[in-house]
């Protein structure tokens, strides 16, 4: 029979994260990292957001840029799902319409890794959700 | 919506977005009496009898984003072709229920679909937020809860990428384990 993930599996995941967290030196605050959101509302998950948002989380963690993806609501551009919002650090937030894996992998290599831009950026006076 | 785990991560946002601390999912497969019972309870700001009327309407939203509001009216479509029935119950203050009954045997009730990856993208996107989660079939229920994995992580964050992974294949070999439908 192949084994089941048990809660007792914890264990060996939390020594894993902490050995590589301690090599980050835990110096890093959300500010200090990428932030990317993911839109996920019924027009983001009907276009395939889902997909996105764990390419992306695995796909940074491979590459090792660290950072934090999270879901947010509709910014409003249902006709550009899926969307996503990137901010690097210290810079304003940058949202990508249309995007699927390949687009997303496109974004980590040139704009989240070099800060080149890409086609594909909506064009705002941006507003977060929570500002609107 | 292409399955039923689509439909609980566009759920499970509402529930976010009225500010929940606790949000509660179960699933229970009854293919004996032909139900497939999904309900998703928060402890959110709750709506008014008013509101509840109308968050069916597609034409209706809270959001100023955009002018439609289709997660819940898309959830309703799905249940009632397959004879089953959908409600919301509700109290200002207090917190929403959505009880959704397919009916289990029915051609048009939704593949289930990721279940897994759905409920580890959204306990990790909010960190804040406990979820709980059944799922009944006749073999066993399985229980996820993020309060139990937090005290075990201790000062781990649980939106780490390798624990996302483990909630994943928690709740996926889970639901394998006891034959979910």
Redo the contacts between chains.
Sequence with gaps: MT?????A???N??A???A??SLRERSETPDSMVQIRVA????G??SGA?IV??YL??E??KRSIPA????T????Y?YAEPTIEVTRPGQQPLVFGYVDSKKADQIIEKYIKNGELLDGIIPVNYEN?EG? | ??DLA?HI??IL?NSV?AGSSLIEVSIDELPVSDKYVLRIVDDGKGMDAETIKQVTDPFFTT????KV???LP?LKQNVERTGGSFAIHSQLGKGTEVVAEFGFNHLDRLPTG?IA??LA??A???PEIDFFYTHTTSIATFVFDTI??KE???S?PI????????MK??I???L??IKAS
């Design positions: 084994k089941i993930t048990s809660l599996d914890l264990k995941i939390k894993s994260v902490e590589k967290m996920m509302a019924t027009c998950i009907a889902k948002m764990d989380i695995n940074l963690d934090i993806v999270t879901q609501g509709c910014m409003g249902c959700i609107k | 919506m292409k689509s991560l566009d946002q977005t959001r100023t984003t955009r509001g289709l997660g898309l990721d990856g759905t993208l959204t990790s996107s909010y139990e994995i075990k992580l201790e781990i939106n780490d990428p390798e624990v996302i992974n483990f294949d928690l996926r070999d889970n394998t384990s």
